[in-house]
Each structure stands twice: as structure tokens, then as C-alpha cells.
């Protein structure tokens, strides 16, 4: 973002509450193929791990920004009020799934076939809520609608390195929007698969995604935090 024009965010952190930070890391070690102690971090994102229940600390994703003053400066006349809990790192108060901080280099490490993060889904009971939070404030691109059952909606939002869905109708009215989960993209899914269930990870069966053409698993660790999908 800039103070001149919309910008969409780039790569983001997420923060992941966990009442156990040590057994966290190690699932997100397993997960991401990583030796014990190197970042969390793929080709857009990186996993930081907070200690707390999710209740009490929600799970948050700060996007990233390369002008963090003009883009904070832009959020709030854009009525988000924010927190700045360190230097060139902000939370939202009044929501507390989302948050920006100031990009920087990462350090990716290679080997792992997990490369990125394909899309995050957030949760929510205010339709409009939603689209003013991702589409008018953070400057996202609102793509997509579409109806599931029940009253229950998908919105697609485009952001430069990955997609953010939100489910819309679960929850209580007036609830706020809460991060859910996270869709992990792999290079060789049957070799993450393989990888994953060799090590005494939990897993689902292989299926087929709901995009055409695409194999998906769950990754059914609760040490990860947040429901964890795997899609090719």
C-alpha cells in the first residue's frame, strides 16, 4: 500500500497461538520438511508462534507492506484502528485476525516441497463486514461469491501472493472475523504425503480437490493450531 493508492498486501505473517509453542514448532517442522530451529518459512509466508489458546490470543495474519508508515497512516483514515506492538508491526483492534508489518527479507529454506501457502480461510458472520475489511480497507481484490448450503458463502480475495477466502454465515452476529485455516501448496503432493505419513504425522486419505485437477489431504495434527489442508 501507499499513501496515494490502494496496494494489496504482500507475503504475510502468521502468527499461530499455541498453549504448547515447543510441540507446535515441531509439527511445523514435520509439516514444512525443516531441520529442528530453522525458520518457518516458505516462498510467501512465514508461521511465528505465539504462545496462548487461540480464545485469548487469536490467530492472526499481519500482511506484509513495504511502506509501513503510509500504509498503517492509510489504514487508519480508512477508519481500522491499530496497535503498533513493535517496531514496524501493527495489530488491528477491533480485529483480531488481521494485522500489517513491515516486510523484510526471509529466509526460505530450500529442499521441502511445501513452497507456499496456496490460500488462507478466515471465518465470518457479516458479509459486508468482510468484503469492507479485505476488499475496502486492506485492498484486496474482491473476485468471487459463491453460495455452499445453508446460507453458508465463500468470497474470494486476491492478494499478490496468495488467495484469502472467507467463509461467511458461521458464527454468532456481530462476531468478529477469525483466522481458520491454511492451504499449503505442494510441489509433489504424493512425495508430502508419503513424507508426512512415514513420520507419524496424521493425515487424511489423498482425494480430489474441489478445483479441477487438483489432489488435496488434511493434515490432522492439533499441535499445528489451525486446521491445515495440503493442495497440489
Excluded: C
Excluded at 135 to 144: E, I, S, W
Amino acid at each position: 500500500m501507499s499513501s496515494g493508492q490502494t496496494r494489496p498486501p504482500v507475503s504475510p505473517v502468521l502468527v499461530v497461538a499455541s498453549e504448547d509453542v515447543d510441540a507446535s514448532r515441531r509439527a511445523y517442522e514435520l509439516l514444512l520438511g525443516v531441520d529442528a530451529g530453522a525458520p518457518l518459512t516458505v516462498d510467501n509466508a512465514t508461521i511465528e508462534l505465539r504462545g496462548g489458546t487461540s480464545e485469548k490470543a487469536p490467530h492472526r495474519a499481519l500482511f506484509g507492506t513495504e511502506d509501513f508508515a503510509a500504509t498503517t497512516r492509510l489504514l487508519r483514515r480508512r477508519g481500522l484502528a491499530l496497535t503498533e506492538t513493535s517496531a514496524g508491526r501493527a495489530e488491528a483492534d477491533a480485529e483480531p485476525s488481521v494485522g500489517v508489518i513491515e516486510a523484510g527479507e526471509s529466509a526460505v529454506v530450500p529442499g521441502s516441497e511445501l513452497t507456499s501457502v496456496d490460500h488462507l480461510v478466515f471465518n465470518s458472520a457479516d458479509r459486508d463486514g468482510a468484503v469492507a475489511l479485505f476488499g475496502a480497507t486492506l485492498g484486496m481484490d474482491f473476485r468471487l461469491e459463491q453460495s455452499i448450503h445453508d446460507g453458508i458463502h465463500q468470497l474470494f480475495f486476491r492478494a499478490p501472493t496468495m488467495v484469502v477466502e472467507v467463509v461467511v454465515g458461521q458464527g454468532d452476529p456481530g462476531s468478529v472475523t477469525t483466522l481458520w485455516g491454511v492451504a499449503w501448496k505442494s510441489a509433489d503432493i504424493d512425495r508430502t504425503h508419503l513424507r508426512l505419513v512415514a513420520a507419524d504425522v496424521p493425515v487424511s486419505e489423498m482425494r480430489t480437490g474441489r478445483k479441477a485437477g487438483t489432489r488435496v489431504f488434511s493434515v490432522r495434527d492439533h499441535a499445528l493450531g489451525l486446521p491445515t489442508l495440503v493442495i497440489d
